[in-house]
């Protein structure tokens, strides 16, 4: 995935919102959302890891891949981070295995980890770094967070400081938009929505999470959303709720005070 939209706290009855757009080869057999277990999660059935989900406990996390030499196929697979990140109880208790992960066993990658109370970014390339993250917006994409923002994620924060003034009513309609754009310069992959030959924008989500479990919603385009329509997974979320285990707003709220 390259492209990751995450609101966190600052956005009025809305601990976290995000949207993600997934680039990736055509020919990269994946599944769209199901229940897997205690987790929520489309998968990638090369693998058998996943590019984002949410847990039973109500920990969110999305991987993006980092740009650098030809990946080496012997490391282990990014999306598997993912599933290790929901097995967390909460995103605290994600970060002290995830910033000691072994040098030089992952090609490079962020990850980002939340719920509705913490965030933080883990970067890696060759070695793990752990990157607290306050309450804003946060748009991570597949270059080193702490350099220099590139002109397409320069341009989204822009467009993604926009959707954060509007209401929490209509936040997941103006981060639809964002994910449906192109670049206007020429070059494919400058947009949000990639179209680039055997290369492109696979699938997109949009998610909220409210603090009432009943105002959350799950949207995700099974193809690139400039021209596939959302679809509703939000009855996901509800079986999510019914697994053992599951940990809603108010005793998320408790288990971190």
């Given amino acids: 995935?390259?492209?990751?939209?995450?609101?966190?706290?600052?956005?009025?009855?809305?601990?976290?919102?995000?949207?993600?757009?997934?680039?990736?080869?055509?020919?990269?057999?994946?599944?769209?959302?199901?229940?897997?277990g205690t987790i929520a999660s489309p998968r990638d059935v090369r693998a058998g890891g996943t590019w984002l989900g949410l847990s039973r406990t109500g920990v969110f996390a999305a991987v993006t891949n980092r740009k650098g030499a030809d990946p080496d196929p012997e490391r282990r697979s990014r999306g598997l981070l993912v599933l290790d990140a929901l097995c967390a109880a909460t995103?605290?208790?994600?970060?002290?295995?995830?910033?000691?992960?072994?040098p030089e066993a992952y090609n490079p990658f962020n990850l980002f980890v939340a719920d509705r109370k913490a965030c933080f970014l883990i970067t890696y390339d060759g070695k793990a770094r752990r990157i607290d993250l306050p309450p804003g917006a946060h748009v991570i994409g597949n270059t080193d967070p702490t350099a220099a923002r590139t002109p397409k994620l320069a341009a989204l924060e822009r467009q993604v400081a926009g959707a954060v003034a509007a209401s929490a009513s209509s936040v997941l309609a103006e981060l639809a938009g964002i994910?449906?754009?192109?670049?206007?310069?020429?070059?494919?992959?400058?947009?949000?929505?990639?179209?680039?030959?055997?290369?492109?924008?696979r699938s997109s989500t949009l998610l909220f999470l409210g603090e009432d479990d009943e105002a959350d919603a799950f949207h995700y385009a099974d193809g690139p959303p400039c021209c596939t329509p959302y679809e509703d997974f939000t009855p996901l979320l509800r079986d999510l709720r019914c697994q053992p285990g599951y940990v809603g707003e108010e005793l998320a709220t408790r288990s971190v005070s």
Avoid: Q, W
């Fill in 1 to 36: 995935m390259c492209t990751l939209i995450a609101l966190h706290r600052c956005v009025p009855g809305a601990p976290l919102v995000i949207a993600a757009n997934r680039d990736e080869f055509l020919d990269r057999p994946s599944e769209g959302p199901a229940l897997r």
């Fill in 91 to 102: 995103a605290d208790h994600a970060k002290e295995s995830l910033e000691s992960l072994e």
């Fill in 179 to 201: 994910c449906r754009g192109h670049s206007l310069n020429g070059d494919p992959l400058a947009g949000a929505c990639v179209h680039a030959g055997a290369y492109g924008t």
